[in-house]
């Protein structure tokens, strides 16, 4: 049975490009997490999906970051005009349904390196 | 300030020898407490979930304990093996998950 899925597992990028990332969840999720982990820390909540709007962004750093789930499946999570700072493993996780009752399951996370 | 503390930040033990965990925790009202083992490279995989009225729960040589009085929760691991080499991570959810950093174990045979 295929987990929670994140592409690309490694992504190098200069100073003020834009980045993508993916994430495909366990099938039959509606719920869908983005988080942030910086080295040595646990992962920081940045926002999410019920379906396809975005229940709560308020972990979002700043409006250079942006996340879409346009069909309630796939999601992905934009940085514009990236930062040093913003190297970091983005993790995603996915659950049945959100809330508290619910287990999430993470991906392997993409893993941000700006230079 | 983190709402989630986890202590120590690493340790060493010996494979087959226990050792303890700890997480002391701010974030109130809390629906329940989780502690996720993450190896490197990997993300976190659930090992026990408590609810606030839950003392105890265990998961194979994995046995963590909630005082919600004291707002404190530890990891007991028992009989450490080397594949039990991983970052532990406590976290609190009320409707959205708080991290610890995570302790560090490294088990050497």
């Known amino acids: 049975g295929a987990g929670v899925s994140q592409t690309p597992s490694n992504k190098v990028t200069e100073k003020g490009k834009y980045v993508e990332l993916r994430c495909d969840p366990i099938?039959?999720?509606?719920?869908l997490y983005w988080y942030r982990q910086s080295l040595g820390q646990g992962p920081e909540f940045l926002i999410y999906?019920?379906?396809?709007?975005?229940?709560?962004d308020s972990g979002l750093p700043n409006d250079r970051f942006f996340a879409v789930r346009p069909e309630g499946s796939v999601s992905t999570l934009k940085i514009q005009r990236t930062e040093r700072g913003d190297s970091a493993v983005y993790l995603c996780?996915?659950?049945?349904?959100?809330?508290?009752?619910?287990?999430?399951?993470f991906g392997p996370g993409t893993r941000l390196t700006v230079t | 300030k983190n709402q989630v503390e986890q202590s120590p930040q690493s340790l060493i033990i010996l494979e087959g020898k226990n050792c303890t965990l700890q997480?002391?925790?701010?974030?109130?009202?809390?629906?329940?407490l989780r502690w996720y083992k993450q190896d490197t490279g990997r993300g976190p995989v659930s090992l026990t979930i408590?609810?606030?009225?839950?003392n105890t729960k265990s998961n194979g040589r994995y046995t963590a304990t909630l005082d919600a009085d004291t707002k404190q929760s530890s990891l007991h691991i028992t009989a450490s093996q080397l594949s039990d080499s991983a970052s532990y991570i406590c976290?609190?959810?009320?409707?959205?998950?708080?991290f610890g950093a995570g302790t560090t174990v490294t088990v050497r045979a």
């Open positions: 996780a996915s659950s049945f349904l959100p809330g508290d009752s619910y287990e999430q399951y």
């Open positions: 099938s039959g999720h509606t719920a």
């Open positions: 999906f019920q379906g396809t709007g975005a229940a709560d």
């Open positions: 997480c002391n925790y701010t974030v109130s009202p809390f629906s329940n």
């Open positions: 408590m609810t606030f009225s839950e």
């Open positions: 976290v609190v959810s009320h409707y959205k998950l708080s």
